[in-house]
């Protein structure tokens, strides 16, 4: 288990919640920061004693206030721990639940661990603890389900072919007369239509536009 750990949170009560999770694992040391700046300059300073951090736990939104900083959120923060300590295990403990920002965390910044803020968070952030010290990635449940349906539809070269139509700007009901006339089937209106929903009632989406931009941001289209 991890014997020192910082804590870059600027909500206090919060930073109550994760020092009784830490007393429970039988955590030592425990540094908290509410500034990103604050958190940087003692992890620089612990490197320089010799006596480096195990664990950096930290938030990615930080309200600001007069006191001003020149690393303003948790992306910028781990940016820099990564270039001052590369093997600095990172839990990132947030309200976000973007998932594709979630997943560039893990894959361009190394972190370790996305425990979102929630109901029964103080028992989630224990799991992650617990599954980084044994050198394994963790997500929160709520997260892995989300992906799970994001990654749940199998688009097809008739599903790309209607939402790249949709993108240009083409009605929906104008759609069938385009499949007819380039011979792609199905090319009714009804089949455009259940094909549609079928797909925005899978990824839980309510609009074309909305499946436009998801199919956008995923490099579907």
Known sequence: MFKKVLIAEDHEHVNISVRKTLDDLGTVQKEFRYYCDDALALLQAAMRQGDPFDLLITDLSFD?????????????????????????????????????????????????????????????????????????????????????????????????????????????????????ENNIKPSGLSSVEKRLNAIKTILNISSNEQLVAYCKDKKII
């Open 64 to 180: 600001e206030d007069t006191n001003k900083q020149q690393i303003t959120g948790g992306r910028e923060l781990i940016k820099a721990v990564r270039q001052l300590q590369p093997g600095l295990k990172i839990i990132v403990f947030s309200l976000e639940n973007n998932i594709s920002m979630v997943d560039e965390l893990f894959d361009e910044h190394g972190i370790d661990a996305y425990v979102r803020k929630a109901r029964h968070d103080a028992e989630d952030l224990r799991k992650a603890i617990d599954a980084v010290s044994g050198n394994k990635k963790y997500r929160s449940a709520g997260l892995m389900r989300n992906k799970r349906v994001e990654n749940s539809y199998d688009f097809k070269a008739f599903d790309i072919e209607i939402i790249k139509l949709l993108c240009s700007g083409m009605p929906q009901k104008n759609i069938p007369c385009y499949l007819q």
